[in-house]
């Protein structure tokens, strides 16, 4: 994809394995944003070239799909339910910790968890 005409920032990232991520911005608050939501899922983006490469993910855990972020821990990890709720704990498993939705529990349109690694 081309760059919109209105751009006036462009960041490339090219992965190691030859993915190429771009983020395109009109303004200096849109390519904070952008910057900020590319950390928050730059672990997922990896874990996905992982998968399509045959290399597996981690184990989900409580049943749920594992979500990944990176371990630096954005200040903004909202969903379409508001603030997300940071939660750490201990399964069967091992420890765990992540970005729960504000969604009530049992909610249909309840957002998946960010797993933090």
């Not at 200096?28 to 910057?35: Q, S």
């Not at 939501?37 to 070239?49: E, F, G, N, P, Y």
């Amino acid at each position: 994809m081309a760059a919109p005409e209105s751009t006036k920032f462009q960041v490339n990232y090219k992965l190691p394995d030859g993915t190429l991520v771009n983020l395109y911005a009109t303004d200096v608050r849109e390519l904070e944003t952008g910057l900020t939501d590319l950390a928050m899922v730059s672990a997922l983006i990896t874990s996905t070239a992982d998968t399509f490469r045959g290399a597996g993910s981690s184990a989900p855990v409580q049943g749920s799909a594992p979500v990944t972020a990176p371990a630096v821990q954005p200040s903004n990890n909202t969903c379409k339910h508001g603030a997300m709720v940071y939660r750490e704990g201990v399964s069967a498993k091992g420890p765990w910790k992540g970005y729960m939705c504000a969604a009530s529990k049992g909610a249909a349109d309840k957002c998946q968890t960010i797993w933090v690694r």
